[in-house]
């Protein structure tokens, strides 16, 4: 998975990338939370290239992790609820209950996914690299 954007701050090895919203993005549904400004995403990146703020950067994330995540944030949520509604479902044998199974079992599964995002993002597996300064920012000065 490779991404192109450019920094806006830089805080030890760690860039923050702006990433300009692809046409797709307009349609989807999770715009809001991937991007609240609407025309840009921001996301963290280890600084292995040595970027500086308003360089043009390339960065990469393994395959693997960004179907991992995928997996954790659009699937999980799925198999939550219904895990939780088919439990409540059995026991009360009413559908609105289960429902309200379904929707508790979620918001658990929503706090423990916050607890793990606090956990692995202090760790370089899940955030890319910044693998190529693309463009770099007129009057830098590089050591």
Request: proline share 3%; charged share 20%.
């Amino acid at each position: 998975m490779e991404e192109v954007g450019k920094v806006v701050y830089i805080s030890g090895e760690q860039a923050t990338v702006a990433i300009e919203s692809k046409g797709a993005c307009g349609h989807c549904a999770a715009k809001t939370a991937c991007s609240p400004s609407g025309d840009k995403m921001y996301t963290e990146a280890i600084n292995e290239r040595g970027a500086k703020v308003g360089d043009t950067v390339r960065m990469e994330m393994n395959p693997g992790t960004a179907i991992l995540s995928a997996f954790l944030i659009f699937f999980l949520p799925i198999v939550a609820f219904g895990i939780g509604f088919a439990i409540l479902n059995l026991i009360t044998e009413n559908d609105n209950i289960g429902v309200l199974g379904g929707i508790g079992l979620s918001v658990v599964y929503f706090l423990f996914l916050r607890k793990l995002n606090q956990k692995l993002s202090k760790g370089r597996k899940f955030k890319p690299i910044v693998t190529e300064i693309v463009k770099e920012f007129p009057g830098q000065v590089r050591n």
